[in-house]
């Protein structure tokens, strides 16, 4: 018990002088390092205000460094504007040292032109004052007012245009002829060179040759029953008259008389001759023209090497074997405007193939021409339209007439080849009537033309001789005194190949010695 009252004495005593100690002992290990940490502060304090002042001088110095560079820029940005600024200032002053020299110029020019313009107007005076003098002088030995003047110099004026117009119309003229001639006599002599055809002149009246004159009363029949009876079937009249072994078939309509024919050759070398075998005969006879129209329309497709055509238009192309036209067989000439139309073609650079085509069906319109009414222009457009034909076509021969102007190179070109066609020598006939027509035609328009005294259609109106009176047209009006009738003649008259016209202009003098 005492032992551990000691023992609790003795913690009792020693615990607080422990804690005493330890207090002094961590105020003193604080202090030592408050006094390093205050040591250390005051050295980085005293680093700091060092680094701080180099970093100071540094700046001042980089600052000061600027603004002298500043300084140096602006001092030189200055100079160059001052010397801008003197230089402007020269210029100017330049400028209104040359504006002041051009000024007291201009000045002395005034000065000067209102001296001349005051002098001009004097002149101009005098000038209108002589002018008046010489006017009426020359008025009164010239016998001519001032008016009657000014007409004889328009006269005169008028005169010499004429003569340049004509002038100008004949170089026009001759500069067309030489170009456009050389190359059209080219391309159409080649044409007509390579293309030839035959043309026959056929009649409205065929004939049938008998072995004797029995054979003719045969024909007749008892009554003229026969002779009834083949008219009413093939629509055609036989004249039988007092010519030996033989009998005329006369008829508008070229099939009717072939039909017509060829049964009367049947029945006479048949021998059998009464109504019921003339009707037989006749039926083959139609069945045979029908064969023969068609392979005449095909051997014309053949020929031109046109193909692909409708076989309806081809048995009206195979009709026109039997069409003539001022008698010239329609489809010899359909056949040689199609061969001409492709070698044209050719020559020009198209479509040859159309343009046969276009050739060939040109005047399918006359094997209906018979049949339906209307010109063959629009019947062939009709038909050529029916069957679907291609356009070029179709206005190809709608234009071929000019009943409406071409709109194409193919439709020029079968209008060139009808054209020479048609105005081959021989190639067609005229009748009187027309032929008379279109003479007086020709001189009446020549004798409408003012100042024309007469006129003569020579050469089968190939060529017209113009007589003129010499008061009235003058040399250089000749010229287009002639231009203006050859445009009539072309615009008012139909015509195969080309018209000549040619003007005389006779002065005579007459005078008497006495």
């Known amino acids: 018990m005492p032992d551990i009252l000691w023992t609790i004495l003795a913690v009792v005593v020693c615990l607080p002088v422990g804690v005493l100690i330890g207090i002094l002992y961590r105020k003193r290990v604080a202090e030592a390092t408050i006094g390093s940490a205050e040591q250390e502060a005051k050295r980085i304090v005293a680093e700091a205000l060092k680094t701080s002042e180099t970093k100071k001088k540094e700046l001042l110095l980089e600052a000061k460094e600027e603004i002298l560079r500043a300084k140096n820029e602006a001092d030189r940005e200055i100079k160059e504007r001052r010397r801008e600024i003197t230089n402007t200032e020269n210029r100017i002053a330049k400028k209104e040292e040359a504006l002041d020299r051009k000024s007291e110029s201009l000045e002395r020019k005034e000065e000067l032109l209102a001296k001349k313009i005051s002098e001009v107007e004097a002149q101009s005076e005098e000038i209108k004052r002589l002018i008046a003098e010489q006017r009426s002088v020359l008025e009164r030995l010239a016998g001519l007012t001032c008016e009657q003047a000014k ?67 045969r024909i007749i029949g008892r009554e003229g029953r026969n002779v009834r009876t083949i008219e009413t079937l093939t629509g055609v009249d036989l004249i039988i008259d007092d ?164 709109r194409s190179i193919i439709a020029l070109i079968v209008q060139a080849a009808d054209a020479i066609s048609a105005a081959r020598p021989g190639a067609r006939r005229e009748n009187l009537e027309n032929y008379i027509k279109r003479l007086t035609k020709l001189e009446e328009i020549a004798n409408e033309t003012e100042g024309v005294e007469k006129s003569y259609a020579i050469q089968a109106g190939r060529e017209i001789r113009i007589m003129v009176k010499p008061d009235v047209i003058s040399d250089d009006k000749m010229k287009i005194v002639a231009h203006d009738i050859v445009k009539r003649i072309e615009s008012e008259l139909d015509y195969p190949g080309q018209i000549k016209v040619h003007m005389i202009r006779e002065s005579r003098v007459i005078d008497y010695a006495k």
Do not use: W
Not at 300 to 317: C, S
Not at 327 to 348: F, K, M, P, R, T
């Open 243 to 406: 010519t030996p072994e033989a009998i005329a078939i006369s008829g508008f309509d070229p099939i009717r008389r072939d039909i017509a024919r060829i049964a009367i050759e049947k029945l006479i070398a048949d021998g059998r001759i009464h109504p019921a075998r003339i009707e037989e005969m006749v039926e083959k006879a139609r069945r045979e023209v029908d064969a023969a129209i068609k392979q005449a329309g095909e051997r014309a497709t053949f020929d031109t090497g046109v193909h692909g055509i409708n076989p309806e238009l081809v048995k009206l192309l195979g009709r026109l074997k039997y069409r003539t036209s001022l008698g010239q067989n329609v489809l010899v000439h359909s056949i040689e405007v199609s061969l001409l139309s492709g070698i044209l073609a050719d020559e020009l650079g198209v479509d040859s193939l159309l343009a046969r085509r276009a050739g060939l069906l040109h005047d399918i319109g006359k094997a209906l021409t018979q049949e339906a009414e209307g010109s063959h222009v629009q019947l062939g457009v009709d038909v050529a339209k029916k069957y679907r034909e291609n356009k070029e076509v179709i206005h190809a021969i709608e234009a071929h007439h000019g009943d409406v102007e071409p």
């Open 151 to 217: 007409e004889e110099l328009l006269r005169t004026l008028d005169e010499e245009l004429q003569h340049e117009t004509a002038m100008k119309i004949s170089a026009y003229e001759q500069q067309f002829k030489e170009e456009a001639e050389l190359r059209a006599k080219s391309i159409l002599s080649l044409a007509i060179q390579r293309c030839a055809a035959d043309h026959v002149s056929e009649m409205t009246v065929s004939v049938v040759n008998l072995p004797n004159e029995e054979m003719k009363g």
